[in-house]
């Protein structure tokens, strides 16, 4: 069965320094979502692509988050500078035509 | 703002009895309502969902009742047993945009 692959699992980090997360969508999945899931809520979209353009960064804050999905395939989320609070789970998912979010393991991110 | 409400936020269980979860929305026009079961560490896994247009949708021992006069969409799982042990989203979406989260339910089935 096809899944979304992530990396890292795990990254624990300093606050100022700079992280990246990497995903691989599942094959021929159009879209992908970056989610952000802090312990004990739902997960909040930071930013979904249709193929290699963004539809929705509303959620992402830009003046440190960034992500690209350059050829439309894989995608990395980066924040720069990392502050305490970015501590969390990073998740990314999929979807073909449908509404189906196929979702992966995930990146859990701390920030000491 | 917080479109989708869920309750309970934890539910204990004895094995073989009913869960129910509850969530209510706002947003009138989302069009699919799944919901998640997530283990620690993992990420979400889509378990069952729905769409308005149906009042009961049936998996297994997963059933999501769904009445949209009330904005209302709640998940029974019969039977339940230890190995449904997990946090359960709720989530709504419209036409395929983000998927809105409930705040989670952690539900522990004892043997």
């Known amino acids: 069965e096809a899944e979304v692959a992530q990396s890292p699992r795990y990254k624990i980090t300093e606050k100022s320094q700079a992280v990246a997360f990497w995903c691989d969508p599942i094959s021929g999945h159009a879209t992908l979502y970056w989610y952000r899931q802090i312990l004990g809520q739902g997960p909040e979209l930071l930013v979904q692509f249709q193929d290699e353009s963004v539809v929705d960064d509303s959620q992402l804050p830009k003046d440190r988050f960034s992500a690209e999905r350059l050829k439309g395939v894989d995608s990395t989320l980066k924040i720069q500078p990392a502050e305490l609070g970015d501590s969390a789970m990073y998740l990314c998912?999929?979807?073909?035509?449908?509404?189906?979010?196929?979702f992966g393991p995930g990146t859990r991110l701390t920030v000491l | 703002q917080q479109q989708v409400k869920q309750s309970p936020q934890s539910l204990i269980v004895q094995k073989g009895g009913i869960s129910i979860i509850n969530c209510a929305y706002e947003?009138?026009?989302?069009?699919?309502f799944p919901w998640y079961q997530q283990f620690p560490g993992k990420g979400p896994a889509l378990l069952i969902a729905i769409r308005p247009d149906v009042s009961e949708k049936k998996e297994g021992r997963f059933t999501i009742s769904f009445n949209k006069s009330a904005k209302q969409f709640s998940l029974h799982i019969m039977d339940s047993q230890p190995g449904d042990s997990a946090t359960y989203f709720c989530a709504a979406s419209l036409a395929r945009s983000r998927l809105t989260f409930g705040e989670g339910t952690q539900l522990t089935v004892n043997p």
């Open positions: 998912a999929s979807s073909s035509l449908g509404d189906t979010q196929y």
């Open positions: 947003n009138t026009a989302f069009d699919y």
